[in-house]
């Protein structure tokens, strides 16, 4: 899978290039978003510029994807990985027990050949009543079970063929067991050297608090959704960044309450809203990459970017991230986005 391949996450796979190519490679990664949208094929693409030998740079501004980086398409890491063949790339996914079906197959391991065809047609856009679908199961009770955990921790232990990176992705974790969610635990725990494992999920309210804080935690947004923003998102952004930078308590309060007032759907969009607005100004700042910040405040629009920097990014990300698990869990909207703008406010000051 190339990035090239994906339609409507330009921005994220820009970061995702960029990360590479600093060699902030996280040992245990979290993409979350719908399997429709991409989460997956970002994985996998993600995975194979990781390994590719020949990686292809790009001018963003003229590249016909807006791309800064893709994977070449054509050494032998990435054509094994096109093909989901690769020795050390590892896929684990819910199986299914149903016998008449399934033949008595029980663990990802027995389903790896019907998985890749699943993935290899729906171009790893298929969702997960698709793959039941795939199976012929309606019985809908698909899990990543503890034989797939001993497989994983299995994998990740063995040496590499080729003393390349050793990867597992596990797509729609949030379907993991108890059982299984706690022999990842350990793997996440003490991490061997060179393993990457990369989480898919679309939803991650089921999965462990403990697993989700030792994971880095990358959002694909939802592409059915994003095209077009709330106009009131705009004078609300430049507004509460304004405030943050001058930290007016009464001011701010004032635009915590209406914050709060939205509904957590909104508040949600909203926080993804803001994500994608710092994505913009990071890639700005650090690429060169065209202004993409379109609030309809001029002067905000070419002064914000730079208060973003690769210093206080990455914290920004996990800040926002944060506040959206906790309004998923329904916090108090008023204190998560209160404490949300005075880490805001500080990092944006530290840059
Ligand atoms: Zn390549």
């Known amino acids: 899978m190339l990035f090239r391949d994906i339609a409507g996450q330009t921005d994220l796979c820009n970061r995702l290039t960029e990360s590479v190519d600093a060699g902030r490679i996280a040992h245990a990664s979290l993409l979350c978003g719908p399997t429709a949208s991409g989460s997956l094929a970002v994985a996998l693409a993600y995975v194979q510029y990781i390994y590719c030998e020949n990686r292809q740079h790009h001018d963003p501004a003229t590249d016909p994807h807006g791309l800064r980086a893709d994977a070449c398409g054509v050494c032998p890491h990435c054509r094994k990985i096109e093909q989901l063949q690769h020795s050390d790339v590892h896929l684990v996914f819910p199986s299914v027990t149903s016998t008449e079906t399934t033949k008595g197959l029980k663990s990802a391991a027995d389903l790896q050949e019907e998985f890749r065809q699943f993935v290899m047609q729906n171009k790893a856009l298929g969702t997960i009543d698709d793959w039941y679908?795939?199976?012929?199961?309606?019985?809908?009770?698909?899990?990543?079970?503890?034989?797939?955990?001993?497989?994983?921790?299995?994998?990740?232990?063995?040496k590499s063929y080729e003393g390349n990176y050793k990867t597992v992705i596990i797509w729609m974790a949030e379907k993991m067991n108890a059982v299984t969610a706690n022999k990842l635990l350990k793997t996440l725990e003490e991490p061997t050297d060179k393993t990457l494992l990369i989480l898919v999920a679309e939803n991650t309210s089921t999965i462990l608090p403990t697993i989700l804080s030792r994971t880095q935690q990358i959002d694909v947004a939802d592409s059915s959704q994003r095209a077009e923003w709330p106009e009131v998102f705009h004078s609300m952004f430049v507004n509460w960044m304004?405030?943050?930078f001058k930290l007016n308590m009464a001011n701010l309060s004032s635009m915590v309450d209406e914050l709060a007032g939205m509904g957590r759907e909104m508040q949600k969009r909203f926080l993804t809203y803001t994500s994608e607005m710092m994505r913009q100004c990071l890639l700005h700042t650090l690429a060169g990459m065209p202004n993409g910040l379109r609030t309809g405040d001029?002067?905000?629009?070419?002064?914000?970017?730079?208060?973003?920097?690769?210093?206080?990014?990455?914290?920004?990300?996990?800040?926002?991230?944060?506040?959206?698990?906790?309004?998923?869990?329904?916090?108090?909207?008023?204190?998560?986005?209160?404490?949300?703008?005075?880490?805001?406010?500080?990092?944006?000051?530290?840059?």
Request: a positive charge; hydrophobic letters at 45%; aromatic letters at 8%.
């Open 133 to 158: 679908a795939f199976l012929g199961v309606t019985t809908q009770q698909g899990q990543v079970r503890e034989q797939d955990a001993n497989d994983i921790v299995r994998m990740l232990t063995l």
């Open 242 to 244: 304004r405030l943050l």
């Open 298 to 351: 001029a002067k905000f629009d070419a002064a914000f970017p730079a208060m973003i920097t690769p210093r206080n990014a990455e914290q920004i990300y996990k800040a926002l991230s944060d506040a959206t698990y906790a309004i998923e869990r329904n916090a108090a909207a008023k204190i998560t986005f209160m404490q949300l703008s005075f880490t805001l406010s500080k990092l944006i000051k530290n840059r």
